[in-house]
């Protein structure tokens, strides 16, 4: 595909219940990032990935929240027992590269979560 | 740890004025610094960035930001707004942490443009 893509791209979950976040990063793209973006706020990060190994997980809010990326391509942020807390868009992003400051990430659309 | 202030959560000015939009960060080593714009229902996108060398960059859109280290700002401008301009931008610093270099964003700045 052209970018970066995520599905949902709109859900809404009742409190307690599980949700599984798709990213299909651009093809060949060895790092892949994902985000929160609270309402009025920027993103902030949650997890870093480099092809199939979860090498940062230290923004992840709670142990509620999961990722992976097992193929090294198409990545699932899941979030179990969902609390309304939890309502944000979820950014996908995708680079070139491992590890690099300067490489341009680029980013899919995000999936707004609304937990009610 | 790095942090990055946007002054002005909203900016408003007329078609074809100057646009500023004021960044700030804090990091005990040299940065690497970005901005990005968000259209509404959109992902963000790469306006331009500073990482070495010169420090007046040059973007899309007719964008330019400069890195001023002894003020530790990375404002950005342009000497002419237009409509379609109006979106939200989001300055962010880089740096190194566990193999990668993990970006922290400020909240942003809406940008509204009016004829």
């Known amino acids: 595909g052209a970018g970066v893509s995520q599905s949902p791209r709109y859900k809404v979950a009742k409190r307690g219940q599980d949700v599984a976040l798709r990213c299909d990063p651009i093809?060949?793209?060895?790092?892949l990032f994902w985000y929160q973006q609270a309402l009025g706020q920027g993103p902030e990060f949650l997890t870093y990935?480099?092809?199939?190994?979860?090498?940062?997980k230290s923004g992840l809010p709670s142990d509620r929240f999961f990722a992976e990326r097992p193929e090294g391509s198409v990545s699932t942020l899941k979030i179990q027992r969902t609390q309304q807390e939890d309502s944000a868009v979820y950014l996908c992003?995708?680079?070139?590269?491992?590890?690099?400051?300067?490489?341009?990430?680029?980013f899919g659309p995000g999936t707004r979560l609304t937990v009610t | 740890a790095q942090s990055v202030t946007q002054l002005g959560s909203h900016v408003s000015v007329s078609e074809g004025a100057l646009v500023l939009l004021r960044c700030n960060y804090s990091?005990?080593?040299?940065?690497?610094l970005f901005w990005y714009v968000q259209y509404p229902n959109q992902g963000l996108q790469l306006l331009l960035k500073?990482?070495?060398?010169?420090?007046l960059v040059k973007g899309i859109n007719g964008f330019e930001a400069e890195f001023k280290k002894s003020e530790t700002s990375f404002h950005l401008t342009k000497p002419s707004a237009h409509m379609s301009d109006a979106a939200e931008y989001f300055c962010?610093?880089?740096?190194?942490?566990?193999?990668?270099?993990?970006?922290?964003f400020g909240r942003g700045t809406s940008l509204i443009v009016h004829p």
């Open positions: 992003a995708s680079s070139f590269r491992r590890g690099r400051a300067e490489d341009e990430q680029y």
């Open positions: 093809s060949g793209h060895v790092s």
């Open positions: 990935f480099q092809n199939e190994a979860q090498l940062d």
């Open positions: 990091s005990s080593v040299p940065p690497y």
């Open positions: 500073y990482t070495t060398g010169a420090t």
């Open positions: 962010a610093v880089r740096i190194a942490s566990g193999g990668s270099y993990i970006p922290t």
